[in-house]
């Protein structure tokens, strides 16, 4: 199956910096969805961006699908911003979408 | 609210009960599917219903699991003679059926602990 390789592992801000989350594929995907998992533990969907880039707020998110990986752009950071924030995405070659997810990237963002 | 819903939000069960987890997804999707997250990890896929149909189930569902879907709509988790290696958070997602496309949404979670 496929990989899914997120870095940072851990990442810590000071509030009102910007960052940038990189998740690579082992193989071609579709169906790529960043999630934010907050500290109740619902994922909660930030973007389903298979190819291109999309903006909402101070996120955004690029995926170049032919070079198997996707950024995701936290720009003026808030601890509200705090959480994992987790890649995932399924084979293109599959007959459905069973996400398969990255490890996560841990951000805490201070005061 | 017409988003995934998941009951218990919380479960603290002994070592060999029987526990029942139970997912509504959004109305109109028909494709279903059980995560398992556990401490530090990422969510890892254990089914996938498209309609009432379980499609495909994962190595992590041993005989102690079954999934259903009666009528298409919700559909229930049931882990019988739960150990202590069963203790994580059960994820709902559901998604609308459009070929190999569409975007998947999760439920608040199940969390499961076994004593």
């Known amino acids: 199956g496929i990989q899914v390789e997120q870095s940072p592992p851990d990442l810590i801000l000071q509030e009102g910096a910007n960052s940038t989350l990189r998740c690579n594929f082992s193989d071609s995907v579709n169906n790529l969805q960043w999630f934010h998992q907050n500290p109740w533990g619902q994922l909660i969907n930030l973007f389903y961006i298979p190819s291109g880039t999309k903006q909402n707020g101070r996120l955004s998110a690029t995926t170049v699908a032919t070079e198997r990986y996707s950024l995701l752009y936290i720009s003026s950071s808030q601890t509200t911003d705090s959480g994992v924030y987790f890649c995932?995405?399924?084979?293109?070659?599959?007959?459905?979408?069973?996400?398969?997810f990255g490890a996560g990237t841990r951000l805490a963002v201070h005061p | 609210d017409t988003g995934v819903s998941q009951d218990p939000r919380h479960k603290i069960t002994k070592r060999g009960q029987n526990v029942t987890f139970r997912c509504d997804p959004i109305?109109?999707?028909?494709?279903l599917y059980w995560y398992r997250q556990t401490l530090g990890q990422g969510p890892e896929f254990l089914t996938y219903f498209q309609n009432e149909a379980q499609l495909e189930k994962s190595r992590l569902l041993s005989d102690r699991f079954s999934a259903e879907r009666p009528k298409g709509s919700f559909s229930t988790l049931e882990i019988q003679r739960t150990e202590q290696g069963d203790s994580a958070m059960y994820l709902c997602?559901?998604?609308?059926?459009?070929?190999?496309?569409?975007?998947?949404?999760f439920g608040e979670g199940s969390r499961l602990t076994v004593l």
């Open positions: 109305s109109e999707h028909n494709r």
């Open positions: 997602a559901s998604s609308l059926l459009q070929g190999s496309t569409g975007e998947l949404f």
């Open positions: 995932a995405g399924t084979l293109f070659s599959g007959g459905y979408n069973k996400l398969i």
